[in-house]
């Protein structure tokens, strides 16, 4: 479940409940084209606002449609406590992995960190990802910590934000050096995929491939086996990957949820809103420069 391409899926609303249905079916959309697994509960699945049982129903429902295809869960939470316990329930509901952020209000230190995934790796009966996302928690993962928190007995992949262009090749192999053999290297940021993908990451950690689930499929194979196409690919969804670092992914994709007819109304919870007017338009526009939509 580590190589190739893990597709997040939005966790849509439905005023104050999940919408389950809309869910499923872009579990099964994801599945159905092929995507090595699928991430539930990541920041497009909104696993901040979501309570304990709503957690669970969503990582249920996902495993039940994603078919086969491995389900990694994220169990953020600001206090261990609840991370170890989130970490309970998608063990028995099916989860094949654990998505691990070091989510914070007060900003959390290196000790503080590694005593989150010390905690969570020796309760964990399935394979720990070690979800670097500083621009939602405020904590930044030097290379060095990264290799100190991978050699911990579970950590089976890296999920790292986006690096500027032209810089992947030499991340990735600093990554390298520090990393574990065996464990996998992830990208997330989707307009940062090809060339890292290209540069050596294993897996792409992909919030299109919750909508657009062959469309990453294509840009992911040809990145991973060095065809040239994959810079084409990559450019051709440039008019989406604008809108994905002024926005935000998840207000895009919640916005294009609803433009392609997968939502209706406010699929987002408050006092998160979709984008509306201009904005809207906008998305709708990049959409069918990017070919995604007829």
């Known amino acids: 479940m580590f190589t190739g391409v893990c597709a997040f899926p939005l966790t849509p609303m439905a005023g104050d409940a ?143 934000p986006p690096m500027p262009a032209g810089t992947a090749a030499e991340r990735v192999a ?30 792409w950690f992909s919030v299109l491939a919750g909508l657009f689930p062959s469309t990453a499929r294509t840009l992911a194979d040809a990145a991973l086996s060095g065809r040239d196409t994959a810079a084409g690919h990559a450019m051709a969804l440039e008019p989406l990957w604008e809108l994905f670092r002024r926005y935000g992914s998840l207000r895009v994709v919640a916005t294009a949820a609803g433009i392609l007819g997968h939502t209706t109304g406010p699929v987002l919870p408050s006092p998160l809103k979709v984008l509306e007017g201009d904005d809207a338009r906008r998305v709708e526009k990049a959409l069918r420069r990017s070919g995604l939509l007829g």
């Open 18 to 160: 999940v919408d389950m249905d809309t869910l499923v079916n872009l579990v099964r959309n994801a599945a159905d084209a092929g995507v090595e697994s699928l991430g539930i509960l990541g920041s497009t699945g909104l696993y901040p606002y979501l309570d304990r049982r709503e957690r669970c129903e969503v990582i249920a429902a996902a495993v039940a449609a994603a078919n086969g295809v491995p389900v990694i869960a994220g169990i953020g939470a600001l206090r261990t406590r609840d991370a170890l316990r989130y970490a309970e329930d998608a063990q028995e509901a099916g989860a094949a992995a654990l998505l691990v952020a070091p989510v914070s209000y007060h900003r959390l230190t290196e000790q503080e960190v590694l005593s989150l995934y010390t905690e969570v790796t020796s309760h964990a009966r399935i394979p720990v990802v070690v979800y670097d996302n500083p621009g939602t928690t405020g904590f930044t993962f030097s290379d060095e910590f990264h290799g100190r928190i991978a050699h911990l007995p579970g950590v089976a992949a890296v999920k790292i």
């Open 174 to 203: 600093a990554l390298r050096t520090v990393l574990p053999e065996g464990v996998a290297l992830g990208i997330s940021g989707d307009w940062a995929a090809a060339e890292a993908l290209e540069a050596g990451c294993d897996l």
